[in-house]
């Protein structure tokens, strides 16, 4: 799982069609570090000495990929408690040494990772949700120091990533960061020629407003699963359309 990489990636843009490669990736950035609860206040005359980049509960770059993989891969099913709709292939941490905020998680295809991307954006899992299965009270260190600790409560920021470069042509890709907007029916004379050139498209009926991202049955197909998701639904047609939008 760890190692070092040559690879480059970049974020993927939000209107971007998905990237056309074997595997997706997601990269994560967030505080997994425990944070020690405040006790008895200690001044500098106290002869206690701080440690500075030494104490960390995660030590090394295993640790933490393993933690995560137990919390995120098909083995342990806990990807399914935190409401994300598929399970990680591998995970790396992308810092050299402790403290560790930069993770990859690879999933089986670049579908996987938007999907929980969309998931992980929508219900925003924390390091006390991913590591609700450790108990830090039961540190073996000597004197138990992480027994006062907790994971954070503040949301993880899930980005979907490529290693396939930034296509060179404006109309595979909106290099803009604020998203293309559908060109507004204009009412003047003088639009006539924009509007005999120009189709547009209103849909409804296809998902209920209604309806919430439902949890998945076991006898419901992935196409039945998909049409109980609105707002995966809403997003691939999203980016079905961008493909062809070059406003």
Do not use: C
């Not at 929980?116 to 138990?144: C, E, H």
């Amino acid at each position: 799982m760890s190692g070092p990489s040559q690879k480059k990636f970049r974020s993927v843009l939000p209107h971007e069609p998905l990237p056309k490669e074997g595997n997706g990736f997601l990269h994560l950035q967030g505080g997994f570090e425990p944070k020690k609860r405040q006790g008895k206040k200690q001044s500098k005359d106290d002869g206690v000495d701080e440690k500075k980049n030494t104490d960390y509960y995660w030590k090394d770059t295993e640790s933490l990929e393993q933690a995560l993989m137990d919390s995120l891969s098909i083995q342990e099913q806990h990807y399914k408690y935190l409401q994300l709709s598929y399970p990680a292939q591998s995970v790396q941490v992308l810092d050299p040494s402790p403290p560790f905020t930069k993770i990859r998680l690879q999933y089986q295809s670049p579908e996987e990772a938007h999907q929980v991307m969309i998931a992980w954006r929508k219900y925003k899992p924390t390091p006390s949700q991913l590591f609700s299965n450790i108990s830090l009270g039961d540190s073996d260190d000597a004197d138990n120091s992480w027994s006062t600790s907790a994971f954070s409560s503040h949301a993880t920021q899930a980005t979907m990533i490529t290693q396939i470069p930034m296509p060179q042509s404006s109309t595979s890709a909106w290099t803009r960061s604020n998203p293309p907007k559908f060109r507004r029916l204009l009412h003047e004379h003088n639009d006539a020629k924009e509007r005999s050139e120009t189709r547009y498209v209103f849909i409804t009926g296809l998902v209920d407003p209604n309806v919430a991202d439902a949890d998945k049955d076991e006898n419901d197909s992935e196409e039945e699963f998909f049409w109980k998701q609105p707002h995966a639904v809403l997003e691939s047609i999203r980016q079905k359309f961008n493909e062809y939008d070059s406003s």
